[in-house]
Structure formats: structure tokens, C-alpha cells
């Protein structure tokens, strides 16, 4: 079977001009373009045209870090991908993580256990304090009062 990304580059290889062609070979590579993976984590290739490129970055501090770089990584993609002549770069702050990068939370395992017999509808005969609290303030919430 063969992977997405396999297809869509051949869509490209295809269809698309010699311009387009740079885009995605410098979008696949972009961590060797930018050469500090700490860096390359934080921001992303988002678009070339116009002889420039937008890179958008999950926190302010990172787009201080590539403006220190700009100079060394304009000189690498051009180096590498002659046909674009990049030579502007905007740069634009994510509200988010990408979502690539964010790690899932793993679900919460329910250590709580309540055995419907022993249980017979009075709250004395729940052991766990913060269990009766949070049934409490259910309670209250279900029934309209605050």
C-alpha cells in the first residue's frame, strides 16, 4: 500500500511547476533547512510565493530564536533550492500547538469502585470523602442551587 504522502508527491511531480516541486522538497525538509531541531519543533513551513516564506511559530520566544538564524537558514534553502530565490520572510504566532505535536492525554483510569449492593442510596455509606463532595455538588447543580 502505498503511503499518502507518496501519492500526493507524485500528484505534485506531475502536475506542478518546477516552483512547486522546491516547495515540497523544502517543506519535507524543512529540519535539515533550519539545523537546530529544538528550533524546527517550534515552527513550521507553512508557504512559499512571491520569493518569500511564511513560517508560523508556536510561542513568541522561537520567532526570536529564527530571526537570529533568518541570515544562515535564507542561505541554506537558497543554496539547496536555487529555482526560489527566497529572500523575505513573515513570520506568525499559532494560538496552538501543532497538531501533530500535541500529546494526547491518556484516559482516566476510574480507581473508584462503588459496589451497587453496599451501596443503597445514603451518602454515609461512601467512604471517599472527595467522592461525596464532588456527588454534592452535583447534586446541588442538578437541582438548581449554587
Known sequence: MEKAED???AIFDKKAGIESKSFVRAYKNWQNIVQDNRLADHCRL???SNNSIR???DHPGWI????MNQRMILQRLNSQYKDLHINSVSMHLKDQKFPEKIVKPEPVKNDIKVNK???????SSIKDDELKLRLLNLKKKLQGDK
Open 117 to 123: 449492593k453496599d451501596f443503597k442510596g445514603n451518602m
Open 64 to 67: 526570536q530564536v529564527f530571526k
Open 55 to 57: 513560517v508560523s511559530f
Open 46 to 48: 507553512e508557504d512559499i
Open 7 to 9: 501519492i500526493i508527491s
